[in-house]
């Protein structure tokens, strides 16, 4: 008897101790959560019916009744408790496990009511049920239709158990079964030790056990903990988009002063100067331009970070892609001794459909790279293709005889800001920015890219990317377009455009840009300006109107201009909102066309080309 009191009282000091440490701390809500802590109080109610029962039994010849009663009081404790462990085990095995789905959720709603009319019923039929006591000597016995009851019930659970287990073999997540097993174990050590020792009644040992093992084996992760990482996530993600605003505002402003740079050398160029300022107005051209791809390198990093990278298909010439990379790249190379070879598969088709202007953002990082990173020797530029039906693989490598890249930092190389040292070696400027978003914009193309390199004879860069084959059908249409805009005439002398910009500089570059064209032109600095323009009667051939404009915005302008009676003039928006993804955004805001500053020659062409023809 007195073995049964330690255990009992050693029971109930830590299971006395769980309750306090699980119910004084905040806990996440959860099915698993909620069962334990009706199991904690069963765990306390059954120890204090043993201790009872342990007292009253010895004397159960004068409390008879009162002895039947705590012990039945015992039982049920000890039938709940192992009816919550089974609905904890179905929990961890099908709700909690796997992600909750509403199937799974309408077939545990489904399971609970029986299973607790099932328990309802078994607590009825304890109560009913007889429960005798013998004595043998010192010890007393307890026996019954009740306590056989009870056994079979719990046999029946330990089954069911042990079936959930094996079901959710695969995703087991042993911790959290651990307690099955353990109680399991335990009541088996119980009934053997009862068959030696009938005294020693074990089985509220094991559930304070179990119970106690639970507290470990729970997911019951600390609120405020959970709170604090939230919270500092709430705080990385609102810098990381104050970051992302600030780089976009900081790439639109600084297009804007490469505008003027851009369009002005442009501009000079149609000029006749001499053979020396022509050259010095090459390399100013070409500077802005590696200023332009630095930019949109900054823009582009910043946008993986926010996952707002997007790819944006289109039909385009694959020749075009082609010629345009082997002149920008051997622009580039200027005096280097170096050897350039290109060549690509003659039977890819012309025209293709994807995003062209990410493909060669990609081809030009690996390109730029190769002349960066070799002083002599040769680069090959080569382009290979399989055709699977309507798709066709691009596969594009280029080659060096460079400084290459050593084995252990060929891991690194896509890791956005990591320069492998090169600095010291070359005088290559970079960022380390280029290959780190090559990657991911080969990855968002559903392709892949391969590096082979020896350090000293050089490396070797492969990309392979699908692109759909644009169908014959298709193919008329673009070309009848392409040779429409480049049939066109150059002069516009009885056209009219008016440019609205909030930014004189940007006026006078398009005023520039478009002399070429013989346009008249009239301008604008504000939304209310142009309204005011249109409203009073004048006519326009084209309007080109800026976005950002403080007071009223390009959009802003346009939704006004649209509420004009009878208004039906072209409205292209030229802006340094360049990000990927803007011109569709404009499209659907309402303008007709779309111009980035800097602004591109051939798009303005283009532009000038379709709406001053129409
Ligand atoms: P950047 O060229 O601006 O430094 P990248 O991301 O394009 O940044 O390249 C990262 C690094 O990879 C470079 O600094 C250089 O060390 C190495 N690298 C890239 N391409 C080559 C190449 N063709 N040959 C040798 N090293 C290269």
Redesign the pocket.
């Known amino acids: 008897m007195y073995i049964g009191l330690a255990i009992i009282a050693c029971s109930l000091v830590y299971i006395l101790i769980i309750t306090y440490s699980y119910f004084s701390k905040q806990r996440v809500e959860s099915t698993e959560t909620k069962i334990y802590g009706y199991m904690i109080f069963l765990s306390i109610i059954s120890l204090f019916f043993e201790f009872l029962s342990i007292i009253l039994v010895s004397n159960y010849h004068i409390l008879n009744l009162v002895s039947e009663l705590v012990n039945k009081g015992f039982l049920i404790s000890i039938l709940i408790w192992s009816s919550l462990f089974t609905h904890y085990i179905y929990s961890v095995s099908f709700l909690e496990n796997a992600k909750k789905t509403e199937i799974q959720q309408k077939k545990y709603q489904k399971l609970v009511k029986p299973f607790v009319y099932l328990i309802v019923i078994l607590v009825i039929l304890i109560i009913v049920f007889p429960l005798e006591f013998y004595s043998s000597g010192e010890v007393v016995y307890s026996y019954g239709l009740a306590i056989d009851l009870l056994n079979l019930t719990i046999i029946c659970m330990v089954i069911a158990w042990l079936i959930f287990s094996l079901m959710n073999y695969k995703s087991l997540k042993i911790k959290k079964y651990l307690p099955v097993f353990v109680f399991i174990i335990c009541i088996i050590i119980t009934l053997i030790v009862r068959n030696i020792n009938p005294e020693l009644l074990l089985i509220n040992g094991t559930i304070s056990l179990v119970t106690v093992m639970m507290y470990h084996t729970i997911e019951n992760p600390d609120l405020k903990l959970i709170h604090q990482l939230n919270d500092a996530k709430d705080a990385a993600e609102k810098a990381n988009n104050a970051k992302t605003d600030f780089l976009s505002n900081m790439s639109h402003e600084i297009r804007t002063p490469l505008n003027a740079i851009v369009g002005f050398s442009n501009g000079l160029l149609e000029e006749n100067l001499s053979n020396q300022a022509t050259e010095d107005v090459k390399n100013i051209v070409s500077a802005s331009d590696s200023l332009l791809e630095l930019v949109n390198g900054i823009l582009d990093i910043s946008k993986i970070e926010a996952n707002k990278l997007e790819i944006i298909n289109m039909e385009y010439s694959f020749k075009k892609l082609f010629d345009e990379l082997v002149v920008l790249i051997k622009a580039r190379m200027a005096d280097k001794a170096i050897d350039f070879r290109y060549f690509y598969d003659e039977s890819i088709p012309e025209y293709l459909y994807g995003d062209a202007s990410r493909i060669k953002q990609i081809m030009i990082?690996l390109l730029t790279?190769?002349v960066?990173?070799?002083k002599e020797g040769y680069i090959d530029f080569k382009i290979n293709s399989v055709v699977n039906n309507d798709m066709i693989r691009l596969i594009m490598s280029v080659e060096?005889s460079?400084?290459?890249?050593k084995k252990e930092?060929i891991d690194k190389?896509f890791t956005k800001f990591?320069?492998?040292?090169?600095e010291k070696e070359t005088t290559?400027e970079?960022?380390?920015?280029?290959?780190?978003i090559?990657k991911r914009l080969v990855e968002l193309m559903n392709g892949k890219i391969i590096v082979q390199?020896i350090i000293g004879k050089g490396?070797k860069?492969t990309v392979s990317i699908d692109q759909k084959i644009v169908c014959d059908d298709k193919i008329n249409k673009i070309k009848n377009s392409i040779e429409t805009v480049s049939k066109s005439k150059t002069d516009f002398s009885d056209k009219k455009i008016f440019i609205v910009d909030d930014n004189a500089l940007n006026i006078k570059v398009a005023e520039r840009l478009l002399k070429i064209y013989n346009v008249n032109i009239e301008s604008a600095m504000s939304g209310q300006e142009c309204i005011d323009k249109i409203t009073s009667g004048s006519k326009y051939d084209l309007i080109l109107l800026d976005d950002m404009m403080p007071k009223m915005t390009g959009v802003e302008t346009l939704k006004k201009l649209e509420l004009i009676e009878g208004f039906n003039m072209p409205v292209v928006v030229l802006t340094a909102n360049a990000i990927t993804g803007m011109r569709e955004k404009y499209i659907n805001d309402g303008f007709d066309d779309y111009l980035s500053k800097p602004i591109e020659k051939p798009e303005l062409d283009r532009v000038i080309k379709i709406y001053l023809n129409k």
């Open positions: 990082n790279n190769s960066k990173y070799t060096d460079g400084i290459g890249i930092n190389l990591e320069r492998l040292g090169v290559a970079g960022t380390g920015l280029g290959l780190a090559t390199s490396s860069f």
